[in-house]
């Protein structure tokens, strides 16, 4: 049964019996989320951001192999300024060039490979665990995700920091820092 309530002199409107608001008013509150549904996507996607992209942060290792490209450079420009020098000096430039290669190189294959084989180790036991099911299996399950939800629900930069200041700021400890943060997002897939 829908009843009329007179609304100003002389207009009528619907109202809803179970909730009392007119048509109207459920109209526009309608209309106002479709509006709100279908411009909230295009927030996200820059069409309003007018701000240029911020720079990556920096890499925390380059300034090692640039130092070690700088002194292998100093090296060479004394061996060209020098002549007679040019046969003590020229191995210490090829070593530095060496050392800055083997820091890419290590740096590059050896911190994705580990945190991939880590991610898929943690994905594969969780998954493992679910599929054979019963309390053990969907504890272990929840567990291990819960910990990856965990390390992904940090941003990755302050994790990897934290993660690399604990014991000293080394080569060996940035690597392992960057390979935490990989891990997560191998083991979701």
Do not use: N
Request: charged share 15%; proline share 8%; hydrophobic share 50%.
């Amino acid at each position: 049964m829908v009843l009329t309530w007179p609304v100003g002199i002389g207009r009528t409107t619907q109202r809803d019996q179970a909730s009392g608001h007119s048509r109207r008013k459920l109209l526009s509150a309608g209309a106002l989320l479709v509006l709100g549904g279908a411009v909230t996507p295009l927030t996200g996607c820059d069409l309003f951001d007018r701000d240029d992209q911020p720079a990556p942060p920096p890499d925390p290792l380059r300034p090692m192999v640039d130092e070690s490209l700088a002194l292998a450079a100093a090296y060479r420009a004394s061996a060209t300024a020098h002549p007679e020098l040019a046969d003590r000096l020229d191995p210490i430039a090829e070593t530095h060039t060496a050392h800055a290669t083997e820091l890419a190189r290590v740096i590059g294959v050896t911190v994705p490979s580990a945190a991939s084989a880590a991610g898929a180790l943690i994905g594969g036991v969780s998954g493992a665990a679910a599929g054979l099911g019963g309390r053990w299996g969907r504890w272990i399950d929840t567990t291990l995700m819960r910990f990856i939800d965990m390390l992904l629900a940090m941003p990755s930069l302050l994790l990897a920091v934290s993660i690399a200041a604990l014991p000293g700021a080394s080569l060996p400890t940035v690597m392992i820092a960057v390979g935490v943060v990989s891990v997560p997002v191998v083991a979701r897939l």
